[in-house]
Nanobody
């Protein structure tokens, strides 16, 4: 069984910062891309940032220069440092990992349960 568990969400004022963390656990052979997605009320889930296992990153335009994604391959963790937060960043943030389990020949996407981030104006 593979689990992704997020932490670090909460309530913050506009202009503030939060750091999200996500830990992958279980019989994991390798992790390819890890990322963060978010879903605001009434909206579709959108990609926020991704990072490959060699550290290449990708961001949605709306967070460039404010958010930083990083990962610790040894700990199977991914982080999202969020700064200069805006009310429009309010959403449930989900961790995602494309990984291969032991005894499996293919890679699949796994999701965390989500963590709420609320930015007040």
């Amino acid at each position: 069984q593979v689990q992704l568990v997020e932490s670090g969400g909460g309530l913050v004022q506009a202009g503030g910062s939060l750091r999200l963390s996500c830990t992958a656990s279980g019989l994991i052979f390798s992790i390819n891309v890890m990322g963060w997605y978010r879903q605001a009320p009434g909206k579709q889930r959108e990609l926020v940032a991704t990072i490959t296992n060699d550290g290449s990153t990708n961001y949605v335009d709306s967070v460039k220069g404010r958010f930083t994604i990083s990962r610790d391959n040894a700990k199977k963790m991914v982080y999202l440092q969020m700064s200069s937060l805006k009310p429009e960043d309010t959403a449930v943030y989900y961790c995602n990992a494309n990984l291969r389990r032991y005894f499996s020949t293919s890679s699949l996407d796994y999701w965390g349960q989500g963590t709420q981030v609320t930015v007040s104006s």
